[in-house]
């Protein structure tokens, strides 16, 4: 009878072990142990019932971080079927959870290129993962295909899951790369219309450094500086193509101080050693010094031949014996030469200036009205 009661005090709390760790098994994490004894089949016990809600923690604190993560995350056995997945991953394949799990992922969201042909899941890099182990490092040139058909762009990672030395499996991590992608092509529109604006400008685009060594020019600035090349100009010194040194020295202290030049004029020298009379304009970062050059040698030529024709026009204006005078149709005096005023009787220009010619110089003033119309008619008289 003792032994039979011994038996029975040893052989139930082993049984609610052996049983607890089948649940256990199951997934039910929320089995305890209920044994009082203070034994060692309760210490035991003890011991069983920590490590179930110490493994409990820590499937909850990785659930969390699946659960959490902006990336999407798979898991595929050795099928390619759908291990786990976590809600990120759901809702950019569009799909349900539980419409993916045991599924094969290959002909559900990788059966298809970019360009549209066949992805046959021998060729696919993921396939080689959980088939050889191989370890496929980010890819960022595929597409996943959603449940309503659609693809987008991913990066994805793919890392075999090792289980005792064998492969069980593998875990897939992507990124839905749509925005990165426009993002990236916006920025390559973007390059390519400032690359068409750089190469066609009619100014000059350069970008040198404080040493004075050319990094960059185009088109229109090695055409205005009548080199061949662009490698031709760039093997020259920036020094050299001012007229005057100096000038970049004060263009530099002018960039340092303020960070930028707004239309710096200065004389630069061609290949064949002509001057061109440019405006600069620059900004620098760093010691590098981009800028803008605009040729203004025909409107500085143009300029003085005006400055020239005025200066001649007003010489003849002043030593002219006959009158010459300027008026408004209204009668009003708006320049005279001396001959003008000394032949009017008036002291001075600015006298004369002030008179109204109808009533002041005409005896009769219809004379006017008549000299008027002839000169509009016939344009002189």
């Known amino acids: 009878m003792i032994v039979y009661l011994f038996s029975r005090t040893i052989s139930k709390p082993i049984k609610r072990l052996r049983n607890a760790a089948g649940e256990i098994g199951k997934g039910n994490l929320d089995v305890k142990v209920e044994i009082q004894s203070k034994d060692e089949i309760g210490e035991l016990a003890e011991s069983f019932n920590k490590m179930a809600l110490d493994l409990k923690k820590h499937i909850h604190q990785n659930e969390l971080i699946l659960n959490s993560a902006g990336e999407g995350i798979l898991g595929l056995d050795l099928n390619g079927n759908h291990t786990f997945i976590n809600p ?36 696919c890099l993921i396939y080689a993962v959980y088939k050889k182990g191989n370890v496929c490092h980010r890819i960022r040139d595929e597409v996943f295909w959603r449940k309503d058909g659609t693809s987008f762009p991913v990066a994805y990672t793919s890392t075999p899951i090792f289980e005792d030395g064998k492969i069980v499996g593998a875990v897939v991590t992507f990124l839905d790369f749509t925005e990165r992608k426009q993002t990236e092509e916006a920025l390559r529109q973007s390059e390519k219309k400032y690359k068409n604006i750089v190469d066609n400008s009619l100014a000059g685009i350069y970008r040198t450094n404080l040493k004075g060594e050319i990094l960059y020019t185009n088109d229109a600035l090695i055409k205005m500086l009548e080199f061949q090349t662009k490698e031709e100009m760039t093997a020259k010194a920036v020094q050299e193509t001012y007229k005057n040194p100096k000038d970049r020295d004060v263009l530099i202290e002018n960039l340092k101080k303020r ?16 001057t061109k009379d440019v405006l600069i304009s620059a900004i620098i970062e760093g010691d590098v010094i981009s800028g803008m050059i605009v040729d203004i ?10 400055r020239q024709s005025e200066e001649k026009y007003r010489t003849l204006f002043e030593e002219s014996k006959d009158v010459v005078f300027i008026s408004t149709p209204e009668g009003r005096l708006l320049d005279i030469n001396p001959a003008g005023v000394e032949l009017f009787g008036y002291s001075s220009k600015k ?8 009533q002041d110089l005409y005896v009769n003033p219809y004379n006017r009205k008549v000299i008027q119309q002839i000169i509009l008619e016939h344009g002189f008289i």
């Open 297 to 306: 040698t025909e409107r500085k030529q143009a300029e003085d031949l005006l």
């Open 351 to 358: 006298e004369l200036l002030q008179i109204d010619i109808v």
């Open 88 to 123: 990120a991953a759901s809702r950019m394949l569009g799909y349900k959870i539980e419409e993916l799990i045991g599924k094969p992922s290959h002909s559900i969201w990788h059966h298809t290129r970019a360009d549209g042909s066949p992805y046959p899941e021998e060729e």
């Open 259 to 274: 960070g930028w030049v707004d239309r710096f004029e200065t004389e630069l020298l061609t290949k064949t050693n002509k």
